[in-house]
């Protein structure tokens, strides 16, 4: 796929995202949600993310990885942070996984 191709596939993914947003800020509005649920200490967070991290890492090297091992370990890292520019850094993590996996379908959409 083209720089050209890529870029527009992600301009295109990005509108559906945004929209995605606009709908869940006017059913939610914005929210100073706590991080976590109160019987998930920060700690409890951590192994949490290292254990998907470490599964994401196994079935790596055994060739049996799928979306939803790195979605999950991406996803338990947002949780095991604590200082709102980290967190923020790995919410960015998550996000471009699952541009990633969105990209994956548009393209076997488009070339099965």
């Known amino acids: 796929m083209t720089k050209e191709k890529k870029a527009a596939l992600r301009a295109s993914l990005f509108v559906e995202v945004s929209k995605e947003a606009e709908l ?3 059913n939610v509005g914005l ?3 706590r991080m976590r649920p109160k019987d ?8 949490e993310a290292m254990i998907a ?5 196994d079935r790596m090297h055994e060739g049996s990885m799928t979306w939803f091992h790195l979605l999950k370990a991406a996803f338990t890292e947002v949780f095991a942070e604590e200082e709102r520019d980290l967190t923020a850094e790995q919410l960015v993590k998550l996000c471009a996984t699952a541009l990633f996996m969105l990209e994956s379908i548009e393209k076997r959409r488009k070339h099965p």
């Open 53 to 57: 991290r470490t599964q994401c890492t």
């Open 24 to 26: 869940l800020e006017k």
């Open 40 to 47: 998930l200490s920060r700690s409890e967070a951590i192994v």
């Open 31 to 33: 929210q100073q949600f």
